[in-house]
């Protein structure tokens, strides 16, 4: 048995475009009080607790109709859903570029609530 918790997937969706500007030369984000200089082109994953996958789907296919090109793929760690992420077993993240050499930032945007079971 699922349960889908609802949220404002437009106000997720304009979040992320507000924070993470597609195509942005220079970024800064802060974080617990510190300004962090985000590298052009970093990319981002999405992904979250079982409750919210449906949200995360749904904020991923605005952000692509929007033209928006800062995503990668949804990682999925199988029998769990595209995105769905557990304590004890979660995706393994893949760097695109890694192979080449390059260092690319990759960011992960993780919806929860905090209640797991």
Sequence with gaps: VFVEIGIDEKHLVATIQTNFKDNAEKETV??????KVIKPGAKIYLAGTIQFTGALRKARKRLLESGYSRLLPVPQAKPLSPGETLGCTAPILSIP??????????IVIFVADGRFH
């Design 30 to 35: 802060d974080i617990e009080s510190e300004t």
């Design 97 to 106: 570029g890694e192979e080449k050499g390059e260092n690319p930032e990759i």
